[in-house]
């Protein structure tokens, strides 16, 4: 599930896990479609410039963050 900051705790999208590296259309161009499943490039290690990430927000970025509190490994410049 995409991450959702204020989502619901334990719903699977209050925790951003990785930055997704491209664009993934889970409906194939279809959007009445039920969203499928799709493979992805994902970066959960490496450096990152902040202002390119769409949708990241303090919660995120602390979830990615090397040393930001939480479980990632990314440094954000």
């Known amino acids: 599930a ?6 619901v705790a334990g719903a699977g999208t209050d925790t951003a896990i990785g930055i997704l590296m491209e664009d ?4 194939d161009g279809d959007p009445g479609a039920s969203a499928t499943d799709h493979s992805g490039v994902v970066m959960l290690i490496g450096e990152a410039v902040e202002a390119h990430c769409i949708g990241l927000d303090a919660a995120a970025k602390v979830d990615l963050a090397k040393g930001g509190g939480g479980d990632g490994f990314i440094v954000f410049e």
């Open 24 to 27: 993934v259309d889970l409906k």
């Open 2 to 7: 995409q991450y959702t900051a204020g989502a």
